[in-house]
């Protein structure tokens, strides 16, 4: 009886040791950012599977993600872009730029938006939409937001959402009096998607765009945010003979 006990005791260690998930180890990668803060924010990512400060989860795909240091804002001090772009939902689907108070070493998240933005040296930024459910389907344009850096405030501003209208697309009601060109698209600026704030012709919307257009697009060298595993097997796999 009492060997019966043992050995049904042995197997349950074996089974609950078996059943253990490996101990999380920091990538290689991770531990040579300068920034130990930005280490560590990484760090809580990969390991907890949710977004720092915001708290959201973050159930990204393998090798879709990614991360920057860099000063995207021009302020002086580097910022820790995160891109998650294949993520498992929607709502998921985002990017983050962090900073932190030099002096307390407190972490804040300086903007949230969507993948795929596209950075100006003079604080502008311009975030494509995620799905295109207006009035056009223009070639050369899509939905976006434009949002601008506020050095006072050290966060970014929404200046408006724009979008366009192709009268053959969508006739009723369409803004004649805006289509000073004649051509049957508009521009338009909103707050509320369903009520245009204000109309542009191509002309207008040309001067318009010319307040980000100005600046020179940054470039960001980006680095796959992967687990040690991840990690080794992309860039430590030996090819087989």
């Known amino acids: 009886m009492i060997k019966q006990f043992f050995y049904l005791l042995i197997l349950c260690m074996l089974s609950l040791r078996g059943g253990q998930e490996e101990l999380f180890q920091v990538p290689?990668?991770?531990?040579?950012?300068?920034?130990?803060?930005?280490?560590?924010?990484?760090?809580?990512?990969?390991?907890?599977?949710?977004?720092?400060?915001?708290?959201l989860e973050a159930d990204g795909l393998p090798f879709k993600q990614s991360y920057a240091?860099?000063?995207?804002?021009?302020?002086?001090?580097?910022?820790?872009?995160?891109?998650?772009?294949?993520?498992?939902?929607?709502?998921?689907?985002?990017?983050?730029?962090?900073?932190?108070?030099?002096?307390t070493g407190e972490v804040y998240i300086e903007h949230m938006g969507w993948p795929g933005a596209s950075f100006y040296d003079n604080g502008y930024v311009k975030e494509e939409a995620s799905h295109n459910?207006?009035?056009?389907?223009?070639?050369?344009?899509?939905?976006?937001?434009?949002?601008?850096?506020?050095?006072?405030?050290?966060?970014?501003?929404?200046?408006?959402?724009?979008?366009?209208w192709q009268k053959a697309l969508c006739p009723k009601d369409f803004p004649e009096e805006a289509d000073k060109d004649g051509d049957g698209i508009v521009y338009y600026t909103f707050a509320i998607p369903?009520?245009?704030?204000?109309?542009?012709?191509?002309?207008?919307?040309?001067?318009?765009?010319?307040?980000?257009n100005k600046g020179e697009r940054k470039k960001i060298n980006w680095t796959p945010i992967l687990t040690e595993k991840e990690y080794n097997t992309v860039y430590h796999s030996v090819p087989e003979e």
């Open 194 to 212: 369903s009520i245009p704030t204000a109309y542009m012709d191509k002309a207008e919307y040309g001067s318009w765009c010319e307040k980000f």
């Open 69 to 103: 240091v860099v000063d995207i804002d021009e302020d002086g001090k580097e910022e820790l872009i995160i891109n998650y772009a294949g993520a498992n939902s929607m709502a998921g689907t985002v990017y983050y730029i962090y900073d932190y108070e030099r002096t």
């Open 133 to 164: 459910h207006g009035r056009s389907d223009l070639d050369d344009f899509w939905p976006y937001q434009l949002i601008v850096y506020n050095a006072e405030k050290d966060q970014y501003e929404q200046i408006a959402h724009v979008d366009a």
């Open 28 to 55: 290689a990668y991770v531990k040579d950012i300068d920034d130990e803060v930005y280490q560590n924010v990484i760090t809580q990512l990969l390991e907890n599977d949710i977004f720092p400060v915001s708290n």
